[in-house]
């Protein structure tokens, strides 16, 4: 039996990326799943990690192609940190469903070894190691899901000149409406949507995404709903990726009708999110989104919830 010299349990939520015209930009944290990644330090210094998956076998337990093994690997790297460590994992967020599930783990995972090891490592480090594990589904570090899982909230990152982002909360009265189609998805299913996406875009179709995601953000610092909403349009990732995703005219149309303020694909899909200020029009408005992808012959469920989220430790000894 291996000796536990420490032990840190983590959780990180559920977060919708791109939000329309901000993508690989806007994350929102979604108080909807949520992942906990446990960690225990072992007495035994070999640098090596084992995973249990506790209730999900759909993800991979080899270390260099877990999301929250890949995180902990790096900052076991800075740090010069040796001890073996064995990571355990409970899915909460749907896996490769648009939901950020990757994100969550590697938000999870590094929330609790940073608190393990009293890394002190500052926001933008903690997201800078959360993205780590984005390479694992995505092929590249995006930050927009981890930002959210992580700090909660609607939540803007630029990488460059330097990683830098800024948090708002949402306006009390979004209420989500988050349609998950029960499909099965390709491990890689991010850098697949990623690669249908134009490498080179009109001028005039920059302006329009430019213009309406000034709008969202200008809606939620007035905290402003209708505004914001009205800014979730986008010309020029939706487009290319809307045939991955069945019925999604139809889908978008019928949530429009029930009621919704706005529909978009959530992150690399195939989940679809509608946004609305009434809480009346949230059930109707998921029935008509669940009944498209019905139509296709997908089972979905639609959930309603409020943006919210983040990370924090919930146990340790
Ligand atoms: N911004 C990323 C993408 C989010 O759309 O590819 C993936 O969840």
Redesign the pocket.
Known sequence: MKETVNFCEARASSST??LGPG??VFGLGLDLFYDTVSISKLATKNGKIKITLENNNKIPSIAEENSASLSVMKIAQKYKIKNDLDIRITKGVPIGL?L?SS?ASSAAAVTAFNELFQCKLTENELLDFAAEG?VSS?GVK?Y??VVASLFGGFVIVRTFPTLQFVRINAPKDLILVVCVPQMVTPVKK?KI??SV?PRTIPIEDHTRNLANACMMVSGFLYQDTKLLTSGIKDII?EPA?KSLIPGYEKLKLNAIRSGALAVT????GPSMIAFTNSAKKAHKIGKSMEQVFADSKIQSNAYVCRAGGGAKVISKY
């Open positions: 990326a791109n993508f690989d648009g950020g994100a984005e995505a995006h927009d899901n991010t949507a990623r996406i990732v990726r694909i959530s992150g690399a």
